[in-house]
Structures are given as structure tokens and as C-alpha cells.
């Protein structure tokens, strides 16, 4: 009896540990899904108005999102305590969908990606000032490295600098107000519910600057980079909800920066693209101070769980 007991509680933490890596390889996998997103776009709003390319991704992420929950849930998908909310998660996120698409068809995938990736660090920012959580000043001091990194690729005042690397910058704004929002609705609002909220209100947007921005394409392979962007961003969106509910946001955050290896990776292959050596440089302390936050993330998680 006390040998199935000791065993018993010696397979728990080897569940637990099983699940966190699912959790982390589902990760993965959405962000590999998220760089292709970002790859095909760059490519395919070269060739299509920008407000097509918005509308192609939104229907066909909101169509395959229905597909997926309506057969489970019905007409109970509509049911939300707050409306509003959901209403005004789904405008933030069609602005961060035209920052992105904007900075996309002017700037690299890697560099996009890496100014983007300070999204974590600028919430933790606002965390503290809006909602008063306690920040250490170390975490503040990875939150100044994730800014310098983001100025030396940016660099105002060089060779480099335009005003569409302000495009990312004003994308991070908008997604930290987006992720507040986000992580304060997932205290009521069903994830799935979310999902469909978000794709239908972005489509519907997208869907009135259509009827005068639409254009005729006979070329395939174009209609075939409209819908591989569309699936890409269906499929990691669910990709990320699995792990999500296979592990902590904390064991997660410093996987999430693998991003920019994959973006740096399409740009290379897609455009023959390789940052310059200050852009490496800020890429890696961007991916750096974002690793380390997450980790001690991980680690005050770990000492609250002791002492609780």
C-alpha cells in the first residue's frame, strides 16, 4: 500500500513535467506558425493591397474558428458576461494586425519581430504603473535593456532610421493594452469564446475598407499566400490555447522568444535578408532581457509555491 502510495505521488510531478513539454512544443509550433504568418505577409502584400491581405487573414482564421467550435458549443459560443470587452479586444487587435502588416511590407521579419517581441516587457511596465503590482528592480533593469536593444535597431538619427521603424514601436503600445486586456478577461471570459469574438469583429472591420480596396487576382500562387497566412494564424492562435492549458504562462514566456530565430530564418530564405551586426546585437539583448524575465518569472512562481 505505501509502496503504490510513494509511487503514485512520484508520478505526479512526471505528469506534470510531461505536460509542461507538451506545452512548450505546442509553443514552439505556434510561433513557428506565427513567423510563417509574418514571412508570407511580407511576401504577399508586395502584390495585394495591405487591406486585402487583412480581410483574406481575418475571414479565414474567423471561418476555420467556427468550424472548429460551433459543432462543440453551438450558439452558446455568443455567451459572454462582458460584451464590450470583447468588442474592444477584437478593435485592438485588428490595429495591431495593421501596424504589423504595415511594418511587414517596409521592414525586415527579423527586426519586425524582434521590436514586437518586447511586448512582455513593456506589460510589466504598465503592470506596475496601472495596476500596482510590485516589480523588482531587477526585472525593471531587463525591461531598460529590452528599450535599448529596441533603440539600437531602430536607431533615430542613423543611416537606417525612417518613419516606418516607428511602425513596431506603436504596434507594442497597442498589444501591451491588448495583453492587459487579455489577461484581465481571462479571469470570466471563456478562451474559445475569445477566439470567435476576436475573428468575427476583426473580419467585420476589415470587411467595410474592402469594397474599395478589393482587386482581381489570377495569379495561384498569391491566392495560395492569402490562404496559407489565414491558416497560419488560425492554427497557431490554437496551438497557443493547447498550451496554454497544458502549462503556466510562466514556464512558456521565455520560449516564446524562439520567434525571432524562426522570423530571422524566413527572412534569410525568403528575401536573402541577414540583419547587420547592430541589429543582431539589439535582437539579442531584446531576446535576452525577455528570456531572463521570463525565467525569474518562473523562479518567483516557484518561492510563492514554497511558501504558500
Not at 469583429?201 to 498569391?222: C, E, M, N, Q
Not at 495560395?224 to 490554437?238: C, N, R
Not at 530571422?264 to 536573402?272: N, Q
Request: charged share 10%.
Amino acid at each position: 500500500m505505501c509502496d503504490s502510495v510513494v509511487s503514485s505521488n512520484l508520478g505526479r510531478p512526471r505528469a506534470a513535467n510531461t505536460k509542461a513539454l507538451m506545452g512548450i512544443g505546442l509553443l514552439i509550433a505556434a510561433v513557428a506558425c506565427f513567423a510563417i504568418l509574418d514571412t508570407t505577409t511580407k511576401r504577399v502584400t508586395a502584390e495585394v493591397p495591405l487591406l486585402m491581405a487583412i480581410w483574406a487573414r481575418y475571414i479565414i482564421q474567423a471561418l476555420l474558428t467556427t468550424a472548429y467550435v460551433l459543432p462543440q458549443r453551438g450558439l452558446t459560443i455568443l455567451r459572454t458576461p462582458n460584451l464590450p470587452m470583447q468588442l474592444t479586444r477584437g478593435v485592438l487587435l485588428m490595429l495591431v494586425t495593421l501596424l504589423a502588416f504595415l511594418s511587414l511590407k517596409h521592414l525586415p521579419v527579423g527586426e519586425f519581430t524582434a521590436i514586437a517581441m518586447t511586448t512582455p516587457l513593456l506589460v510589466t511596465l504598465l503592470a506596475a504603473r496601472l495596476l500596482g503590482e510590485h516589480v523588482s528592480a531587477f526585472r525593471l533593469m531587463l525591461v531598460g535593456g529590452g528599450f535599448i536593444g529596441t533603440m539600437v535597431i531602430v536607431r533615430p538619427g542613423g543611416d537606417a532610421f525612417g518613419w516606418a521603424m516607428l511602425l513596431p514601436v506603436a504596434l507594442v503600445i497597442i498589444n501591451a493594452a491588448f495583453q492587459l486586456l487579455t489577461s484581465r478577461m481571462t479571469r470570466t471570459e471563456d478562451s474559445l469564446t475569445t477566439q470567435f469574438y476576436t475573428g468575427w469583429v476583426g473580419t467585420l472591420i476589415a470587411t467595410v475598407p474592402l469594397l474599395w480596396s478589393w482587386v482581381a487576382i489570377s495569379d495561384l500562387h498569391i491566392w495560395l499566400g492569402l490562404i496559407l497566412m489565414g491558416v497560419a494564424g488560425a492554427v497557431g492562435h490554437f496551438l497557443l490555447i493547447m498550451a496554454y492549458e497544458r502549462t503556466s504562462t510562466a514556464t512558456l514566456m521565455p520560449y516564446m522568444y524562439v520567434q525571432i530565430g524562426f522570423a530571422m530564418l524566413g527572412g534569410w530564405i525568403m528575401f536573402d535578408h541577414v540583419p547587420d551586426h547592430l541589429s543582431m546585437l539589439g535582437i539579442g539583448l531584446i531576446a535576452l532581457c525577455g528570456i531572463a524575465g521570463g525565467l525569474l518569472t518562473v523562479h518567483e512562481s516557484s518561492r510563492r509555491r514554497q511558501l504558500a
